[in-house]
């Protein structure tokens, strides 16, 4: 599924909608460069999620949790050497048991990652025009 928002808010209304599928144990890597609308796109799936608290990226946390509807995992391993360094976090207790998580710079880390994990890719083509290409969605369709 490729869809292409050409603002910000448009990439959290997209979130909105994904996050209004998730279940308890779903896994979201995110990908895509620096500034890309990572943690944008993470802050419409919380509001799918009835999280109120609003979301902030996790790059010196490396994990923050919120509750809502269901409980968010939301993590980065942008400062993360290794995927080894991501396991010590203890990540594996989070993935695919209560709650949803939803992973930053999820490159690094993919091979820990169950099989049944949604990824999304976000791609600034150009000015604010994202490209989100989101692949194992075992959702209903989805638009702008
Ligand atoms: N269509 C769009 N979708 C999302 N963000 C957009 C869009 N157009 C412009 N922006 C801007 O791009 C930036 C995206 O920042 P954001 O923090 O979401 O990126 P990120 O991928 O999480 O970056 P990082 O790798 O630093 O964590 C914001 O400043 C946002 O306003
Ligand atoms: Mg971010």
Same mark, same amino acid.
């Given at each position: 599924?490729?869809?292409?928002? #050409?603002?910000?808010?448009?990439?959290?209304?997209?979130?909105?909608? %994904?996050?209004?599928?998730?279940?308890?144990?779903?896994?979201?890597?995110?990908?895509?460069?620096?500034?890309?609308?990572?943690? #944008?796109?993470?802050?419409?799936?919380?509001?799918?999620?009835?999280?109120?608290?609003?979301?902030?990226?996790?790059?010196?946390?490396?994990?923050?949790?919120?509750?809502?509807? +269901?409980?968010?995992?939301?993590? /980065?391993?942008?400062?993360?050497?290794?995927?080894?360094?991501? %396991? /010590?976090?203890?990540?594996? /207790?989070?993935?695919?048991?209560?709650?949803?998580?939803?992973?930053? &710079?999820?490159?690094?880390?993919?091979?820990? +990652?169950?099989?049944?994990?949604?990824?999304?890719?976000?791609?600034?083509?150009?000015?604010?025009?994202?490209?989100?290409?989101? #692949?194992? &969605?075992?959702?209903?369709?989805?638009?702008?």
């Amino acid at each position: 599924m490729i869809l292409t928002t #050409t603002t910000e808010e448009q990439t959290i209304s997209l979130g909105k909608k %994904i996050g209004l599928f998730l279940k308890d144990g779903d896994v979201i890597a995110l990908q895509g460069t620096l500034a890309a609308g990572k943690t #944008t796109l993470t802050k419409g799936i919380a509001l799918g999620l009835d999280i109120e608290e609003p979301v902030t990226s996790p790059t010196f946390t490396l994990i923050s949790e919120y509750e809502g509807r +269901l409980h968010l995992y939301h993590m /980065d391993a942008y400062r993360l050497d290794c995927a080894e360094a991501f %396991i /010590d976090l203890g990540v594996e /207790d989070y993935l695919g048991e209560r709650g949803v998580c939803i992973i930053e &710079w999820s490159e690094r880390v993919m091979e820990e +990652l169950p099989s049944s994990t949604i990824l999304i890719s976000i791609e600034h083509t150009d000015g604010e025009n994202r490209t989100i290409t989101i #692949t194992n &969605w075992p959702y209903g369709e989805l638009s702008i």
